[in-house]
């Protein structure tokens, strides 16, 4: 009599859980899963943005059209969002754990604070701001060229930030990696406040020096924290559109920062070639999908125990 009552206790609260989430698997399959289902159906036509007539079927056409010799533009959007995402995503990284650790470890909780506010205050900008700052930065006359040339002391040279094919590849990595580093420093800094100090103590009274417990204890503890923010920041770099979008409109050169994303966008408005474009994203939505499996597959298991 008593598990029929537990029984029908879990039914009840499986029910309500239900109801409570029910809200947001409504959002999500309005404003997720059905775009994503509708840019494959429509991949499958060659869809005219302005077009009032039925689109013909063409099968995978558009994904043949992509892969084909004859549309270099996509294979270089491809080679584009690689470079980016591996020029920013391993400096995001690396970058933001080292400053993780010594804003937790060698600075104090009170000016910690305020260093943790200044590296997130980025964060907050829209791209489209982030962006318009550092294009007068990279300005011939602007501040990049002049703390570049105050280093290496070569006064009055212009480096092209904006006009260089390999300059304006570095300049879209510099303003993602200005924006998005302090989020990911919060992150790793929550992660690394979960870790109780009565293991550092104890690695300590054993004859540990610092070193050795980043990589005994830091490292392997932080695995999740790790995974999670090694998976966010590829799939932000893997998205970014607005810096290039911005660059290109001044006047930088477009094949060197022609990520798919752009590819996408000048494809479908542009272009007008809403199936094409929907087959690019769906090219997109697949990498993504393929490098968050192997990420999590390469990693081991985020079960942490102290």
């Known amino acids: 009599m008593t598990k029929k009552r537990y029984k029908g206790f879990e039914k009840k609260q499986a029910r309500w859980g239900f109801v409570f989430v029910l809200p947001a698997i409504l959002f999500f399959s309005v404003f997720s899963f059905f775009p994503i289902l509708n840019a494959l159906y429509t991949s499958f036509f060659d869809k005219r943005a302005l077009s009032l007539a039925a689109p013909p079927f063409v099968g995978f056409g558009n994904y043949a059209y992509l892969f084909t010799s004859q549309t270099a533009g996509f294979w270089n959007s491809l080679r584009a969002t690689v470079v980016f995402t591996l020029g920013t995503f391993i400096p995001l990284l690396v970058l933001s754990l080292i400053i993780a650790v010594f804003l937790t470890r060698f600075v104090g909780r009170g000016t910690r604070g305020f260093f943790q506010i200044a590296f997130y205050t980025p964060a907050v900008l829209?791209?489209?701001?982030?962006?318009?700052?550092?294009?007068?930065?990279?300005?011939?006359?602007?501040?990049?060229?002049?703390?570049?040339?105050?280093?290496?002391?070569?006064?009055?040279?212009?480096?092209?930030?904006?006009?260089?094919?390999?300059?304006?590849?570095?300049?879209?990595?510099?303003?993602?990696?200005?924006?998005?580093?302090?989020?990911?420093?919060?992150?790793?800094?929550?992660?690394?406040?979960?870790?109780?100090?009565?293991?550092?103590?104890?690695?300590?009274?054993?004859?540990?020096?610092?070193?050795?417990?980043?990589?005994?204890?830091?490292?392997?503890?932080?695995?999740?924290?790790?995974?999670?923010?090694?998976?966010?920041?590829?799939?932000?770099?893997?998205?970014?559109?607005?810096?290039?979008?911005?660059?290109?409109?001044?006047?930088?050169?477009?094949?060197?920062?022609?990520?798919?994303t752009l590819n996408i966008y000048r494809t479908g408005i542009t272009n007008q070639r809403i199936g094409r474009a929907s087959a690019m994203s769906l090219v997109l939505f697949a990498i993504m999908l393929l490098l968050t499996w192997l990420q999590f597959r390469t990693s081991k298991s985020d079960d942490v125990e102290y």
């Open 126 to 260: 829209s791209s489209v701001v982030a962006a318009a700052i550092w294009m007068l930065m990279f300005d011939p006359r602007g501040l990049a060229n002049q703390w570049v040339n105050a280093v290496f002391n070569t006064p009055g040279v212009d480096h092209k930030w904006l006009a260089d094919s390999i300059m304006v590849q570095a300049s879209t990595m510099v303003v993602y990696f200005w924006k998005y580093i302090g989020y990911f420093v919060i992150l790793f800094i929550t992660g690394l406040s979960a870790i109780p100090p009565a293991i550092y103590e104890a690695a300590t009274i054993d004859g540990a020096g610092r070193w050795q417990a980043f990589w005994k204890i830091t490292l392997p503890l932080l695995r999740p924290t790790v995974v999670l923010v090694s998976i966010m920041s590829m799939l932000q770099c893997l998205k970014t559109f607005s810096t290039q979008y911005l660059f290109t409109q001044s006047g930088a050169p477009q094949a060197p920062i022609n990520v798919i």
